[in-house]
């Protein structure tokens, strides 16, 4: 049977960036929203950073009103965070780790040090009915203690892997290692999101990682956006996300069928020429 399609959350923090940069009404990161929802976005991502630095909690608060898909917001585990949660009651969340230095999200959230913190908060947001996911490193450890924080969701974070030089060492052994963790979430019964710094470029080979769930991607699409729209941006990350996941698909069956044919002492796919 083939699996679901894995879905598309479209963080739209930097529509709101523009805006700030200058102070003014527009462009509206609710109307981005909209037209990527129309677009067919499976869902919309936006991240409230401490320092406001793009979305506004009017925006949070419109999301939660005027979304068809569902809103995914993340943020950082504090109380002031956690409050605004309970008040907006967003769809899903995702505990993220914060730096009011850093230019983007740096690593993943380190739940086996906050265990307490990040296991409490995991309660109060399912009281209220999220969805909860953590962002994290594909790192076991880390897997293992967002399982045992009561998380039904991770959200492997791609950084590492978007960062390093495509087809270089350190590029494939960050790829292994989040194969690796997503086999292992998915053997402890963990939905896996992955996300950051996905773009045209490098989220076929996401898309193929084994179950895979929802890839969340922002920047790489609004800037897309600027030359083509943002319609066309959405669909373009759409069918790159369909194609790498029907070709993880095919080289998983390849690989079964190999192994089988190994089994039953056929070697003709590996000898035969
Ligand atoms: C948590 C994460 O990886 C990102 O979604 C995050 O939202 C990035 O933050 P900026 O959008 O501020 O770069
Ligand atoms: N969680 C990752 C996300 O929402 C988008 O990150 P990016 O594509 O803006 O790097």
Redesign the pocket.
């Known amino acids: 049977m083939h699996p679901p399609r894995i879905l598309l959350g479209v ?1 739209i ?2 529509i709101a960036t523009l805006r700030q940069a200058r102070g003014t009404r527009y462009p509206d990161p609710v109307q981005a929203a909209l037209l990527a929802e129309e677009a067919g976005a499976d869902g919309i ?1 936006v ?1 409230l ?1 401490e320092d406001r ?2 979305i506004q909690p009017r925006d949070v608060r419109l999301l939660a009103e005027v979304l068809n898909t569902r809103m995914n917001l ?1 943020m950082a585990v504090t109380e002031e965070m956690l409050a605004l949660a309970e008040e907006v009651r967003p769809a899903h969340v ?1 505990l ?1 780790p914060e730096k009011r230095e850093e230019l ?2 740096e690593g993943g959230l380190d739940i086996v040090g906050g265990f307490d913190h990040i296991a409490s908060a995991c309660q109060r947001l399912a009281a209220i009915g999220c969805d909860i996911s953590l ?1 994290i490193d594909p790192d076991e450890a880390q897997i293992d203690a967002a399982k045992r924080a009561g998380a039904p969701t991770i959200e492997l ?1 791609t ?1 590492a892997y978007a960062e390093a030089k495509p087809g270089s060492a350190e590029a494939n052994a960050e790829y292994d290692r989040l194969s690796a963790a997503a086999v292992h979430a998915v053997s402890l019964g963990l939905v896996v999101n992955a ?2 710094g996905l773009h045209y470029h490098n989220v076929e080979a996401i898309a193929a990682l084994p179950g895979v769930n929802e890839l ?1 991607i ?2 790489a699409i609004i800037a897309r956006a600027l030359f083509v729209g943002l319609k066309e941006a959405v669909q373009e990350m759409k069918r790159l996300i369909i194609a790498g996941q029907e070709a993880g698909l095919m080289a998983a069956l390849d690989a079964h069928e190999h192994e089988h044919d190994h089994d039953h002492g056929d070697s003709h796919h590996c000898c035969g020429h």
């Open positions: 963080n923090d930097h991502t991240h950073r630095r793009h993340e995702c993220v983007t999200t962002f974070h950084g996300g950051h969340n922002g920047h």
